[in-house]
């Protein structure tokens, strides 16, 4: 026996949105009808009139993630389906934030098909007096990602069944917009009981009764309160290089801005070193900023953009990391680094000249110290342990001490060189960098030797005036209290 689900809408509100078709197809069923809920004004009026309903509501009760809600629901509309041909009706329309819909047109096993029904749409377009052609956004408020949301639209939330629903729509919001932010609650729409209430967005889930016909509508948010998003940074990029902008933004060059991408590298070490978290944001602002001027000048010169240097990391991303995104496995770091070196080279096409190429020319010496040595470790140009590195060491200082002794400048500075570049290897075998460790050296050096200019300042002494004895005494105090 041929068997099939008929779907149809129930509208937004009054039995007077029915059409006489859909009316008469539902007054005049002899079965039983189902419905995804009964919390709707038409199924009561349907009843007064003869139709019999069964609700799925106690799903509701029963599960906490609406996805296994709609998922039960689809199960058994399927399984009464399986013995005769049944019709269920949603809220509204049935292709409009319905997922129940969705599923049932997914599966195979049993013809769907759908009837009809009224969208909300219109009456709420009616009711906001809003076009949606200047920019629209429908979102089902039981699930949905705030990354995605965009605020430069109409933003309206649909099935904000609750009280818990709004507060999680409201929580969601409030990470964008302020609290005191006005937005509209409409009730209804379209019906004889429609309501509509504006109220600052903080009082979303606790000043106004919710239910299952409640729509939140966001209106476009002005370019002042998404100073938080990338879009709104780089408007602002654009136009202090366009016209009418700023004339130092515009007169930069991707050469003159080479010192400053140094500087502010070196300043989100600084506030990393100091565990300055407020310091961190305002570094890795400015380091953003640098890019952000570098791709508006590659748009401006028409080479590329801000987005073709997001595809060039994303793609890196994915296609190096294939234990994430595809199906190589890599349990340990080691094996990670494996995989990323073969990617590279495959990246790159083609083999290099030599396995020291592509380290970067104005590294600090002692980080590239440790890169070329870890480069040329790779093909095994290296000790197995760490005991003739200690040799190498003693080596190297002996022969610092001898070029002393022949009083030959030069030499001594080279001499000095091959000590500082094994003890960049040394750093490398135990896995420390090197340029990181001798700068948490400088900080603490400076902050000890403060510490002595105080204690004598206090004493309304002067550092010229201190002995090396009193100052090494000063010294150790503030190591002390390190």
Not at 61 to 90: C, G, H, M, P, W
Not at 194 to 209: A, M
Request: aromatic content about 8%.
């Amino acid at each position: 026996m041929d068997t099939k689900i008929e779907v149809i809408g129930l509208g937004a509100g009054d039995i007077d949105q029915l059409s006489l078709g859909v009316y008469k197809k539902l007054t005049n069923h002899k079965k039983i009808i189902y419905t995804r809920t009964s919390d709707h004004p038409v199924i009561d009026s349907l009843k007064q009139e003869g139709a019999s309903f069964e609700s799925f509501d106690h799903y509701y009760e029963k599960n906490n993630q609406f996805t296994d809600v709609y998922v039960k629901i689809v199960e058994d509309l399927l399984e009464k389906a399986r013995e005769t041909s049944i019709i269920y009706t949603v809220p509204g329309h049935p292709m409009l934030a319905e997922k129940t819909v969705q599923l049932l047109l997914n599966q195979e096993d049993i013809p769907v098909e759908i009837v009809g029904g009224q969208s909300y749409l219109d009456d709420l377009f009616t009711a906001l007096q809003i076009d949606p052609i200047d920019g629209f956004q429908f979102v089902d408020g039981t699930l949905f990602d705030r990354s995605q949301l965009n605020y430069r639209q109409h933003l309206i939330f649909c099935q904000v069944y609750d009280s818990f629903i709004a507060s999680n729509v409201k929580l969601a919001l409030l990470e964008d917009l302020p609290p005191e932010y006005m937005i509209t609650v409409i009730e209804a729409a379209g019906s004889n009981s429609e309501t509509i209430t504006s109220i600052p967005l903080e009082e979303l889930d606790h000043k106004l009764e919710v239910g299952n016909l409640t729509s939140v509508y966001i209106p476009p948010a002005p370019s002042s309160v998404l100073n938080h998003t990338f879009d709104r940074l780089k408007e602002v990029i654009s136009k202090l290089r366009g016209p009418g902008g700023c004339p130092w933004d515009q007169a930069q060059t991707h050469e003159t801005l080479r010192k400053y991408a140094i500087e502010e590298v070196y300043e989100l070490i600084d506030a990393i070193d100091d565990q300055d978290d407020d310091g961190i944001i305002e570094e890795l602002g400015d380091v953003l900023l640098q890019v952000m001027l570098h791709s508006q000048i590659g748009e401006d010169n028409g080479y590329f953009t801000v987005d073709d240097v997001i595809q060039s990391v994303t793609d890196k991303m994915i296609h190096r990391h294939p234990h994430v995104f595809g199906g190589t496995k890599a349990d340990t770091v080691g094996q990670v680094y494996k995989n990323w070196d073969a990617l590279k080279q495959e990246e790159k096409g083609k083999e290099r000249p030599s396995h020291l190429d592509g380290i970067p020319k104005h590294l600090p010496a002692l980080s590239k110290a440790s890169k070329l040595q870890g480069q040329a470790a790779k093909v095994g140009f290296e000790w197995s342990d760490t005991e003739p590195v200690w040799q190498k060491l003693e080596e190297e200082i002996m022969e610092v001490k001898e070029a002393i002794e022949k009083k030959d400048d030069t030499e001594v500075e080279k001499e000095f060189g091959d000590v500082l570049f094994v003890i960049a290897n040394l750093a490398r075998y135990y896995k420390i960098n090197a340029e990181v460790a001798l700068n948490q050296t400088n900080q603490k050096f400076m902050s000890r030797f403060r510490y002595i200019e105080k204690q004598l300042t206090d004493k309304g002494r002067q550092l010229a005036d201190a002995s090396l004895e009193e100052m090494d005494y000063y010294w150790n105090q503030a190591k002390g209290e390190e």
